[in-house]
């Protein structure tokens, strides 16, 4: 074989995550004589989808690509077209992977370093799913609570200004018992200002972060502020609160869905790398 052929099987083979240990030869194949009650039982691991010269391909290798290629999606709920075709190229792959360890190129440089690196990586992605993916889904609790925090109204006056002193200044005048909504009018560079400051039954979800933050600690009729935000800064008062809409809890469900997994997982890749730094000290040679 010419070493271009050489290189183009080697490159396949590389790229799979199923070649197994490339020290090892493909095991015999199956007695087709042998009796059934020589299987493996239910309580003896997982069935092979299939045995490639005596090679399992393994259900968690089909769902492991299942997810990589569509997201978080269950493997289970895909369609039977999409595993299929998953699995028939799986098994090409296997057989080039093999044909590769028959010809020895494993052993080759830069291929076995390749190989190494790349089970690694495959090793980092297994620990974080199971330290990290497997446990982010929210539960129906966490998603109410989510719900009744996240998407509470606030209705509220609001006055921005160019400079802090000003806001302070501003702030300290409504204090005195200068009337707030004149005061926006005149004075608010925000879009609310023409309106004297009104803003109406507005979601935390929707607003600013530093005016959502600022908001949902005042009590009604509470003043606070001033605060930066993108238009400037801005001095507040609390009119009111209202609870979400309970109608409204399935619209938003997903989006509560995806802010609950983001908040989980980096709270546990957190943890999970000072376990490992604390677990397994790292030492930098600064020579």
């Not at 309580?43 to 092979?48: A, I, K, M, R, V």
């Amino acid at each position: 074989m010419s070493p271009p052929t050489r290189l183009w099987i080697a490159a396949l083979a590389l790229v799979l995550p199923f070649a197994g240990p490339l020290a090892a030869q493909p095991a015999a194949a199956p007695d087709p004589a042998a009796s059934p009650a020589a299987a493996p039982g239910p309580d003896e691991g997982p069935q092979p989808i299939a045995l490639v010269n005596g090679e399992p391909i393994l259900p968690e290798e089909i769902e492991g690509w299942l997810t990589r290629i569509h997201g978080e999606v269950e493997a289970g709920s895909r369609g039977d077209f999409d595993v299929q075709r998953l699995i028939d190229r799986v098994i090409d792959e296997r057989l080039l992977a093999q044909e590769a360890r028959a010809l020895e190129m494993d052993s080759e440089q830069p291929v076995s370093g390749f190989v190494e690196q790349y089970r690694r990586s495959l090793l980092r992605d297994r620990l974080e799913r199971r330290e990290v993916l497997e446990r982010v889904a929210p539960t129906e609790e966490e998603l109410r609570r989510e719900f009744g925090l996240q998407y509470r109204t606030v209705d509220m006056t609001v006055i921005t200004v160019d400079e802090q002193a000003y806001a302070q200044e501003l702030r300290e005048r409504v204090e005195a018992g200068a009337e707030m909504a004149a005061l926006a009018r005149r004075e608010s560079v925000d879009p609310y200002g023409p309106r004297g400051g009104r803003v109406s039954g507005v979601a935390r979800a929707d607003l600013l972060r530093e005016i959502a933050e600022l908001a949902f600690a005042l009590s009604p009729g509470e003043l606070g502020g001033p605060v930066r935000t993108d238009l400037g800064w801005s001095i507040l008062r609390v009119d009111g609160f209202a609870e979400p809409a309970p109608e409204s809890f399935e619209q938003v469900r997903g989006p509560l869905a995806n802010l609950i997994r983001a908040r989980k997982s980096g709270r546990l890749r957190a943890e999970l790398a000072e376990r490992l730094r604390r677990d397994h000290p790292v030492r930098l040679d600064d020579e």
